[in-house]
C-alpha cells in the first residue's frame, strides 16, 4: 500500500528522514501539503499536533524518530533486539540536534555553530558502535541512518561550509555521510533536480 506523508509545501524538513527511508527501499509514497487541513480534521480524535504526519492505511502518526522507525520495522531495517536502548537515546539525541540547528539559525544564535554544533557532533560520532558501517548495524541502513542524514542535509544546508568543515572533521561520521550519500537510491534521489531541499530559503547559509 502506498503511505501518505504530509508535510509542509515547498521543502522537505522533517519529513526528509522518511522521505529518503522510502526512496532506498523503494516503497511507493505521496506527499500532501495541506497540513492544517490534514490535522484539523484528525486533531478532534487523534493525538496529532504538527507534521510531518505518517498516513498508512488506518495507521496515522506523527513525530520525525516514532515516523521513521515505524517506516523501518515496516521495511525489515529495524535496529537488533539488544540496540533498541542505544538506539533510542540517538534517535532522542538527533530531534535535540535537529531542533537547535535550524532554530539556531532561524532565530540566528551565530555561536551555535562554535558552541553547541561540535559537541553534537561528537555525540553523533561517537553513537557508532565500534566496527559499525552503519548506525547500529553492520548490514544496511536502519531508522537511525536516515534521521542522522537528514542531520547532515539540514546543517548543510542552514550552515553552510563551515559546518560542512565540522563534519569532516569527524571521521567515521564522514565516511558514513559519504557512504550513505553513495547508495544508488539516495544518490538518484539527491541528483534529481525535482526534489525539494531539506529547508526554505530564509533559512539557508549565505553563499
Ligand atoms: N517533535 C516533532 C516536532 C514537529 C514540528 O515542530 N513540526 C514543525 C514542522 S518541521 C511544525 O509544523 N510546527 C508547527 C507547530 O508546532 O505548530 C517532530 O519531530 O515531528
Not at 492544517?36 to 486533531?43: C, M
Not at 533510542?88 to 539525541?93: K, L, S, V
Request: aromatic share 12%; net charge negative.
Amino acid at each position: 500500500m502506498t503511505c501518505e506523508i504530509v508535510y509542509w509545501p515547498g521543502f522537505t524538513g522533517r519529513a526528509e528522514p522518511a522521505i529518503l527511508l522510502l526512496e532506498d527501499v523503494g516503497a511507493p509514497y505521496t506527499i500532501d501539503n495541506d497540513v492544517q487541513g490534514r490535522i484539523a480534521s484528525l486533531a478532534d480524535r487523534l493525538p496529532v499536533f504538527a507534521c510531518p504526519l505518517l498516513i498508512d492505511g488506518d495507521l496515522v502518526l506523527s513525530q520525525t524518530s516514532v515516523i521513521t522507525q515505524y517506516l523501518a520495522q515496516r521495511h525489515g531495517i529495524d535496529v537488533a533486539a539488544e540496540d533498541q536502548t542505544a538506539a533510542a537515546q540517538f534517535g532522542y539525541n538527533l530531534a535535540d540536534i535537529w531542533r537547535e540547528t535550524y532554530e539556531g539559525r532561524k532565530d540566528g544564535v551565530e555561536h551555535y555553530l562554535t558552541e553547541r554544533f561540535p559537541r553534537w557532533l561528537d555525540v553523533m560520532e561517537h553513537s557508532f558502535q565500534d566496527g559499525k558501517r552503519w548506525y547500529f548495524t553492520d548490514d544496511a541502513p536502519s531508522w537511525l541512518d536516515y534521521l542522522a542524514l537528514n542531520i547532515v542535509t539540514l546543517a548543510t544546508y542552514c550552515w553552510g561550509e563551515p559546518a560542512v568543515a565540522q563534519m569532516q572533521g569527524r571521521a567515521r561520521l564522514w565516511e558514513w555521510s559519504d557512504a550513505m550519500q553513495a547508495r544508488p537510491r539516495i544518490k538518484a534521489y539527491f541528483d534529481n533536480s525535482a526534489s525539494l531541499p531539506v529547508a526554505y530559503p530564509e533559512v539557508q547559509a549565505p553563499a
